[in-house]
C-alpha cells in the first residue's frame, strides 16, 4: 500500500511526528523534574531525572530477563494439545 | 426498612438462577434490576449490622456489615450490572445465569461474619466460575474449567481444613483479623491466596479465564481474585509474609505477559501482577496501604473489566485473540481502540485516571514505612505496568502491523458498557474524593501534587520510549509459556501415562505367567483323567475277570505256601 492511501495516523509522515513530540514531553518532563523537588525517603528521588532513567532502565532490565527466560520456557502454543484433539 | 436485611449478595444469587432459566424478554429486567437492588440492599443496611445466629455450638453472622465490606460490595454489584449490559445478547443462559450466582456469593461472602459463611459462599462462587467457563462450549473451555474446579476444590479444602483447626484451637468461627501463628490460620491463609493467584499456583488465572466466552471472561475477571484480596484485608492485615509474596506476583504477571501472544492471557497475567500490589499493601498493613489495596481493588475491577471488554469485543468481532493475527484494528473499531485505551491508561496508573489515584497510596505506604526494597519494587513495577498492559495490549491489538482485518465496533449495548466503564475510569482519576469518603480509614493522601506528577509523567513516559526503543526484542511469537502447570498439565499426566502403561504390562506378564501354570494343570489333569487319560479311560469286564482269578489265584498260591 502507498503512503498516501494509509490511514493518517499511520502514514511515514504522522509517525515521524510522533516520535518528534515524544521526545519533546519526554525532554518537557525532565526539564519541568529540574524545579520540582521529590520529597526524599531513600536519599534517590532527586537525583536528576531519577525516575526516567530508572523506569526506563528496570523496563529494559524487565524485556532482556523475560527474553532470556523466554529461551527456556517458550513451546509452541500446541504444546499442551493431544494428537487427536478437536479444534481449540 | 429492616426487612431488606436479606444478605444483598442473595438477590443477585436468585436473579442468577432466574437467568438460567427466564427467555430473553426477561433478561434485560433481571440485569439491571437485580444489580440495583443489591446495591439498595448494601447502602441501607446500617453500619454494622450484623444477623447472628446460633450453629453447632458456634455463634454464626450470615451479615455482618462492615465499611471494607461495603466498599467491596458495591464494586461487584457495578461489575454485574456493567458486564450484564455487556452480555446481554451475547451470552448464552447458563453463563449469564452462572456469572449471576458467582457475583452473588462475592458479595454474600464480602457480608461474611464468620469463617463457615464464608467458606459457603466461597465454595459457591467456585461452582458459578467453572460454569462461566463451561458455557464457553468448546472442548479448551470444558477442560480448562476441570483444571479450575479441581484446583479451587482444593484450596476451598485447604480453607475448610483450616477453618475447623482454628474452631478447634479458639472455639470461635468468627472472622476476625488474625495472625498467621498456627497450622490451622496458615491453611486459611494458603486457602485465600490459591484464590489470589499467589505462587507456585498463579497458572490457573491465566489457564481458564482467557477459554471463557467474550462475556465470561469479564465477570471471571472480577470476583475470585478480588474476593481473596478482601478476606485478606479483613483476615491478615500486617502479615509480613504477603509483602514478598506480592511482590513476586507483580513481576511474575509482567514477565509471563511480556512472553505472551494472546491478547486476553496478556491480561489474564496482568491481573496477578494487579493482584500483587494490593497483596503487598495488605502485607504492608499500615492504613494508608490497606487503604490503598482497597480502593485500588476497586478501580480494578472496573478498568480491568473495561480492558477485557475491549478484548472481548475485538475477539467477538474478529474470532481472533491471538496477537499475530490481530493489528490495525483501530481503523475500522475506533471506539474499541479508544475505550480500551482508556483503560489501558487507567491501569498504568496515568494522571487523570482512576489508577493514579489509588494505586500509588501503596507505594507512598511503602515508603512512609521505609521499606526500601519494596519502594524500589513497586516503582520498578508500575514501569513495568505500562509496558505489559499499558502499551502492549492496545499497541498489538489496534495498532502495530495491518493485519488487513477490518471489523465494525460491537453492537451498542457492548459499547455501553464500556463507556461506562471509561467515564468511571477517568470520573475516579480526576475526582476520587468520593472513593476516598467509602474506604475503612481516613485518607490523608494528595495524588495531585506537582512532584507526584512529574515523577509518574517521567516513570511511565521514559517505560513508553523503552517500549518503542525494544519493540524488535519484543516481537510476537507463536508460543506458549511453560508455567508451574506444567507439572500438573504434563509431568504429572505423564507420570500416571508412564504408570499405567507400565502396570498394564506387568499384569499382563503375571497374568500370562498364571495362565501358562494353569493350562499346565489342566494338561497333565488332561492326561490321567481326560476321556483317554489312563485313570479315567473304560475297563473290558474281561479283563476284569481276569485280574479278579490272578488275585483268587494268588492268594490260594498263598495259603498253600
Redesign the interface.
Known amino acids: 500500500?502507498r503512503d498516501a492511501e494509509k490511514?493518517w495516523?499511520?502514514r511515514e509522515s504522522t509517525i515521524r511526528y510522533l516520535w518528534l513530540a515524544?521526545i519533546l514531553?519526554?525532554a518537557l518532563?525532565?526539564v519541568?523534574?529540574l524545579f520540582?523537588?521529590?520529597?526524599q525517603?531513600?536519599g534517590w528521588?532527586d537525583i536528576f531525572?531519577?525516575?526516567?532513567?530508572?523506569?526506563?532502565l528496570?523496563?529494559?532490565g524487565?524485556?532482556?530477563?523475560?527474553?532470556v527466560?523466554?529461551i527456556f520456557?517458550?513451546?509452541?502454543?500446541d504444546?499442551?494439545r493431544k494428537p487427536g484433539?478437536?479444534?481449540? | 426498612m429492616s426487612d431488606l436485611l436479606l444478605p444483598p449478595g442473595i438477590w443477585l444469587i436468585l436473579s442468577g438462577l432466574l437467568l438460567a432459566i427466564a427467555d430473553q424478554r426477561w433478561r434485560l429486567p433481571l440485569i439491571l434490576g437485580a444489580p440495583l437492588v443489591a446495591l439498595v440492599g448494601i447502602w441501607l443496611l446500617p453500619f454494622d449490622a450484623t444477623w447472628s445466629m446460633e450453629f453447632l455450638g458456634h455463634e454464626l453472622r450470615p451479615l455482618h456489615s462492615t465499611t471494607n465490606g461495603r466498599l467491596f460490595a458495591t464494586v461487584f454489584s457495578l461489575m454485574a450490572l456493567t458486564g450484564g449490559i455487556f452480555a446481554w445478547r451475547i451470552a448464552n443462559r447458563v453463563e449469564l445465569g452462572a456469572a449471576f450466582v458467582y457475583a452473588g456469593s462475592a458479595v454474600c461472602v464480602t457480608f461474611a461474619g464468620d469463617l463457615l459463611t464464608l467458606f459457603l459462599f466461597w465454595e459457591l462462587m467456585a461452582l458459578g466460575s467453572t460454569l462461566v467457563i463451561w458455557a464457553a462450549n468448546t472442548e479448551a473451555a470444558r477442560r480448562a474449567a476441570y483444571r479450575y474446579l479441581i484446583l479451587h476444590l482444593f484450596g476451598g479444602m485447604l480453607l475448610l481444613t483450616g477453618i475447623a483447626g482454628h474452631a478447634l484451637n479458639t472455639g470461635s468461627v468468627l472472622f476476625v483479623p488474625m495472625q498467621a501463628d498456627s497450622m490451622a490460620r496458615w491453611l486459611i491463609l494458603a486457602g485465600f491466596l490459591l484464590n489470589a493467584g499467589a505462587p507456585p499456583l498463579s497458572a490457573w488465572i491465566a489457564d481458564a479465564y482467557p477459554e471463557a466466552s467474550p462475556s465470561g471472561t469479564v465477570f471471571l475477571s472480577a470476583f475470585t481474585t478480588k474476593t481473596a484480596v478482601f478476606v485478606l484485608i479483613m483476615g491478615f492485615p500486617g502479615t509480613w509474609v504477603l509483602i514478598p509474596i506480592g511482590l513476586y506476583m507483580i513481576f511474575y504477571g509482567i514477565i509471563y505477559a511480556l512472553l505472551e501472544n494472546d491478547m486476553r492471557r496478556i491480561l489474564a497475567y496482568s491481573i496477578v501482577n494487579q493482584v500483587g500490589f494490593m497483596v503487598t499493601g495488605v502485607g504492608i498493613g499500615t492504613e494508608m496501604a490497606l487503604n490503598g489495596a482497597a480502593a485500588h481493588a476497586f478501580a480494578h475491577i472496573i478498568y480491568k473489566g473495561l480492558l477485557l471488554m475491549s478484548a472481548g469485543a475485538v475477539l467477538y468481532q474478529t474470532g481472533k485473540r491471538k496477537c499475530t493475527d490481530l493489528g490495525g484494528l483501530f481503523q475500522s473499531m475506533p471506539w474499541t481502540a479508544l475505550l480500551g485505551t482508556i483503560g489501558a491508561l487507567a491501569i498504568s496508573a496515568f494522571p487523570f485516571t482512576s489508577g493514579f489515584t489509588t494505586k500509588s497510596m501503596i507505594s507512598q505506604a511503602a515508603a512512609d514505612q521505609h521499606l526500601m526494597i519494596a519502594w524500589f519494587a513497586l516503582v520498578a513495577a508500575s514501569a513495568g505496568v505500562f509496558l505489559h498492559a499499558g502499551i502492549k495490549f492496545p499497541w498489538f491489538v489496534f495498532f502495530q502491523k495491518d493485519s488487513g482485518l477490518r471489523p465494525p465496533d460491537p453492537p451498542r449495548h457492548m459499547l455501553l458498557a464500556m463507556w461506562a466503564f471509561a467515564v468511571l475510569c477517568i470520573g475516579l482519576g480526576i475526582w476520587p474524593e468520593p472513593l476516598y469518603a467509602i474506604l475503612a480509614h481516613p485518607v490523608d493522601f494528595q495524588a495531585y501534587t506537582g512532584a507526584h506528577l512529574v515523577a509518574q509523567f517521567q516513570l511511565l513516559l521514559f517505560s513508553g520510549l523503552a517500549f518503542f526503543v525494544m519493540l524488535p526484542m519484543m516481537k510476537r511469537t507463536l508460543t506458549i509459556t511453560l508455567d508451574f502447570d506444567w507439572f500438573y498439565r504434563r509431568l504429572f499426566l505423564d507420570l500416571c501415562e508412564a504408570f499405567s502403561r507400565r502396570t498394564d504390562r506387568t499384569r499382563d506378564d503375571i497374568y500370562s505367567l498364571f495362565m501358562a501354570h494353569w493350562h499346565r494343570l489342566l494338561g497333565s489333569l488332561n492326561r490321567y483323567h481326560g476321556t483317554q487319560g489312563i485313570l479315567a479311560r473304560s475297563w473290558p469286564t474281561g479283563s476284569m475277570a481276569l485280574w479278579a482269578a490272578v488275585v483268587l489265584g494268588i492268594s490260594l498260591l498263598m495259603f498253600f505256601v
Open positions: 500500500m490511514h495516523l499511520v515524544l514531553v519526554l518532563t525532565l519541568t523534574g520540582i523537588h521529590q520529597h525517603h531513600f528521588e531525572g531519577f525516575y526516567a532513567w530508572y523506569g526506563f528496570t523496563c529494559i524487565m524485556v532482556v530477563f523475560a527474553k527466560l523466554g520456557l517458550k513451546r509452541r502454543d504444546y499442551y484433539d478437536s479444534d481449540e
